[in-house]
């Protein structure tokens, strides 16, 4: 891993490479925080570990310009998606989804070496969020499924 650079500079955010399982390059950086809020975070996740490639980077800096509107277009997709049968919620969970305030906090984007990436809720009171968060999954800057984390290990 030593082609790999520990810093990366991405439309202006700085990224630090951090410790991850061998194969693994992830770099991490902390966007300033709006709304008096927690600062979101943007990781970077390569597999093979390499540098990014300049797909990821130019991903990595759309989502870094736009992120407070992916937040806002990822709460209105999940309230939407998560207000269907299938997902099983409670009363109470559907109730949270239409109130004023949706019930999804701590916002963190992973961007992955492939072109994917997901915008993980790390809060929410939802069951279907415990313990890990609730994720949805983007094509391009379009969201196209809700990520289920509240199972790490799938059958």
């Given at each position: 891993?030593?082609?790999?650079?520990?810093?990366?500079?991405?439309?202006?955010?700085?990224?630090?490479?951090?410790?991850?399982?061998?194969?693994?390059?992830?770099w991490t950086a902390s966007l300033e925080a709006t709304g008096g809020g927690a600062s979101?975070?943007?990781?970077?996740?390569?597999?093979?570990?390499?540098?990014?490639?300049?797909?990821?980077?130019?991903?990595?800096?759309?989502?870094?310009?736009?992120?407070?509107?992916?937040?806002?277009?990822?709460?209105?997709?999940?309230?939407?998606?998560?207000?269907?049968?299938?997902?099983?919620?409670?009363?109470?969970?559907?109730?949270?989804?239409?109130?004023?305030?949706?019930?999804?906090?701590?916002?963190?984007?992973?961007?992955?070496?492939?072109?994917?990436?997901?915008?993980?809720?790390?809060?929410?009171?939802?069951?279907?969020?415990?313990?890990?968060g609730i994720g949805v999954l983007f094509e391009g800057m379009t969201p196209s499924a809700?990520?289920?984390?509240?199972?790490?290990?799938?059958?």
């Open positions: 891993m030593a082609d790999i650079p520990h810093h990366l500079d991405i439309a202006g955010t700085a990224f630090t490479l951090i410790d991850a399982p061998e194969p693994i390059a992830c979101p975070t943007v990781n970077i996740i390569v597999e093979p570990a390499a540098q990014p490639g300049p797909d990821v980077l130019q991903l990595t800096a759309e989502v870094i310009a736009r992120f407070d509107e992916l937040v806002d277009t990822a709460g209105a997709y999940l309230r939407e998606e998560l207000s269907e049968p299938g997902f099983g919620l409670r009363d109470d969970e559907l109730q949270a989804l239409r109130s004023d305030q949706p019930p999804f906090g701590e916002p963190e984007a992973v961007i992955w070496d492939d072109g994917g990436w997901m915008l993980r809720f790390t809060e929410s009171p939802l069951e279907l969020a415990d313990p890990y809700v990520e289920d984390l509240s199972d790490p290990d799938p059958a």
